[in-house]
């Protein structure tokens, strides 16, 4: 896993508990080193489960919740890197749909070896959006989070429900997303 | 140390404890980012390395493709002004050249064209095939830059053509002289596959007149000359006159005139005796082809023949006229045979044989009858497959004479080459033997090499009584000339037919009494 995320985590920790948060989590985790991480560096997942793990367990909340506000922050990080993707004018359903291609041109050309995760359209009416959403990591709960981030970017209340589903690609998440009058 | 001061001193303590964690945490991370982006450093130098080099390499192949393009395009040029076959230059580097030299001699006569065509290549294409002819211009191209010399343009144009270009010879005696050594140099036998071809050359030479000649001018000039050469004597050099033009004008007219005269049937075939010289009885006719032109006239078989040869008529002109001659012999006494002549340029096509068979099939006419006479120019082309073809003829029946014999080179050799049927001695001995000793001489001895070889002898060219009775004492078999009659169209033989049926033989032939018959 990329130690952006990492940094991320300990950025968006810090945010909400303080300093002192990430140096507990750090020690909870019971790392093989010091925690010293490096966005440009790759890292063991488990490292990011345990660090999540030790999270909840000084936060009290639920490993989905904890999940979903990092999505959330995850979302405001892309909006504060390339501002461009993500103009309001957009609309809610075609930011999630150029997600991908956010990937693919701004995150690929600095981390070529990542393992990103897609957001696939799959039906989409003017009130709904049907995504699919594929990543070899158990992180659907990071997904809502993401959606409910660019919901609240555009201004835009959101119902969500997800559904595990498969498909040839194998496994994947089915996030329906339907809006709601604001 | 009280709770009071102890509680902030460990909250400091733990605060120290952090930010040196944390310090620590930074300075691995820094560490890690180091180390990363050093090893990512020498990657891209080694990348940048191997692009480099990838960019050497692109970089000398296209210079060597680029040079390899302009080789090819250089030898390409090459090709384009080269005759592929001689290595010569081609038409159009000769064009270029003679338009060169045109523009700075400015001397009338200072510019020579000679415009040379070979005698007897289509014979060699035709006889040995094209693999032979390729090798002849090749043989052909080479002795001509020998011969030319350094400072004289040689080039192929075309087929059998070549042109010569030679400056500063001012002088027609130059031209004729560098002329005459390349149509020597071409005499001399060529060694081909195996084979000895003999061709010639013919040159028509064209010499600058004035200043403002083009090489347009000068080629047509010289090919007019060349015209000339050819029709005049093969092997022979022509200067080119202006009244040449009308001459070669003439000679198209008359080729276009001969053209048509097959489909107009304006040929006819006339016949003069052939008769026993002993008893005088009759033995047959020899066909011989007359052109009545209506404006023309009569034109001589010798004017008309060599053209029709030369521009492969005499292949329709003689199917057809063997046609007509075994067609007009089945009106004639059974015992009676037909003498037909064949071109030896008839036998450079394999249609020969289907010619005479037609003629024969279509006539009814017994191959027995029939006698085909050939000169020895005959053998001398392609020897195998002409002696394949007269014996297929004489496996049918048909009989092969050697004709104008003794004005050849090698005459005696043919007769070992092909059994022929009958000799016909040529008629400059006949009119020579009262005169010299050496023609009864000659008679003789063919007569005596015709019995030894049980050949019939025929004496063409009578015209005496004194000859007749002198070949008849030297045992010559046949004889043929004015004395008996001249070639008559068919209309007129009746009367000579009737005598012959009443009496089997012309007992004392009366030339003015069958002459005056019609």
Not at chain 1, 65 to 74: K, N
Not at chain 2, 74 to 94: I, K, S, Y
Not at chain 2, 331 to 337: I, K, T
Request: aromatic share 6%; glycine share 8%.
């Amino acid at each position: 896993m990329k130690g952006l995320v990492f940094t991320e985590l300990f950025r968006h920790v810090e945010a909400l508990h303080g300093a002192n948060m990430v140096d507990d989590i750090i020690e909870a985790a019971q790392l093989p080193h010091d925690g010293g991480y490096t966005s440009i560096g790759s890292y063991p997942f488990q490292e990011a489960v345990a660090l999540l793990v030790a999270l909840t367990r000084a936060t009290g909340k639920s490993l989905p919740d904890t999940l979903d506000a990092f999505g959330t922050h995850c979302f405001e990080r892309w909006v504060n890197y390339a501002p461009h993707f993500f103009t309001q004018q957009r609309g809610l359903f075609d930011i999630l749909e150029g997600i991908d291609d956010f990937h693919e041109t701004e995150v690929r050309k600095l981390y070529p070896d990542a393992e990103l995760p897609s957001f696939l359209s799959e039906q989409r009416t003017e009130r709904q959006l049907t995504l699919g959403y594929y990543s070899c990591k158990p992180l659907s709960a990071l997904a809502v989070g993401v959606i409910k981030g660019a919901a609240a970017h555009v201004q835009q209340p959101v119902h969500m429900a997800c559904e595990p589903a498969t498909n040839a690609r194998g496994a994947y998440t089915r996030i329906t997303i339907t809006l709601l009058d604001s | 140390m009280s709770l009071a001061t102890d509680a902030p001193t460990a909250v400091l303590l733990d605060q120290v404890r952090r930010l040196e964690r944390r310090l620590a945490r930074q300075t691995s991370a820094r560490e890690q980012a180091e180390t990363l982006l050093e090893s990512k450093s020498l990657a891209l130098h080694e990348l940048n390395r191997s692009l480099a080099q990838l960019n050497a390499n692109l970089e000398q192949r296209v210079t060597e493709r680029t040079r390899e393009l302009d080789d090819e395009r250089r030898h390409a040029l090459f090709l384009a002004e080269r005759d592929l076959l001689t290595g010569l230059p081609n038409r159009l580097m000769f064009g270029k050249h003679l338009r060169q030299v045109l523009e700075r001699s400015h001397r009338p006569g200072a510019v020579a064209l000679l415009y040379l065509d070979l005698d007897g290549f289509k014979a060699v294409n035709d006889s040995f095939g094209h693999a032979c002819g390729d090798a002849l211009l090749k043989g052909v191209g080479k002795r001509l830059s020998a011969a030319a010399g350094a400072s004289i343009f040689a080039a192929r144009l075309s087929g059998d053509e070549f042109a010569v270009v030679a400056c500063g010879g001012e002088r027609p005696e130059h031209a004729a002289a560098l002329a005459e050594r390349l149509i020597a140099t071409l005499q001399h036998p060529f060694e081909l596959e195996g084979r000895t071809v003999h061709v010639g050359a013919s040159i028509g030479i064209a010499l600058t007149t004035d200043a403002e000649e083009s090489a347009e001018t000068l080629l047509h000039n010289a090919d007019i000359a060349l015209y000339r050469a050819k029709v005049r004597q093969r092997g022979t050099w022509e200067l080119f006159s202006p009244e040449m033009d009308g001459e070669r004008l003439a000679r198209l007219a008359l080729e276009r005139d001969l053209r048509a005269g097959l489909a107009k049937q304006q040929f006819e075939v006339f016949y003069q005796p052939l008769l026993e010289a002993g008893a005088g009885g009759l033995v047959g006719f020899e066909a011989l082809l007359r052109w009545k032109h209506p404006v023309r006239g009569m034109v001589p078989p010798a004017a008309f023949i060599p053209i029709a040869e030369e521009i492969g008529l005499i292949h329709e002109i003689g199917a057809w006229v063997l046609k007509q001659a075994c067609t007009d012999a089945m009106g004639w006494a059974p015992e009676l045979r037909v003498a037909v002549n064949l071109s030896p340029v008839q036998f450079t096509r394999s249609t020969l044989l289907d010619h005479v068979w037609s003629a024969l099939d279509a006539s009814g006419l017994a191959a027995q009858r029939l006698e085909l006479e050939i000169t020895e120019s005959v053998l001398m082309q392609d020897g195998e497959a002409t002696l394949d073809t007269l014996h297929t003829m004489r496996a049918r029946g048909i009989r092969i004479s050697m004709d104008d014999f003794g004005t050849g080179y090698s005459s005696l050799s043919y007769l070992r080459l092909f059994p022929f049927d009958k000799i016909k001695i040529d008629r400059s001995f006949v009119q020579g033997m009262a005169k010299d000793e050496g023609s009864i001489e000659i008679i003789r001895a063919v007569i005596g090499l015709g019995r030894a070889l049980n050949i019939k002898v025929l004496a063409e060219g009578v015209e005496t009584n004194e000859q007749r009775e002198m070949l008849r004492v030297e045992g010559c078999d046949e004889l043929q000339g004015y004395l008996f009659s001249k070639p008559r169209p068919l209309a007129e033989m009746g009367s000579l037919l009737a005598t012959v049926l009443q009496s089997g033989a012309i007992a004392e032939p009366a030339p003015e009494a069958l002459r005056g018959a019609a």
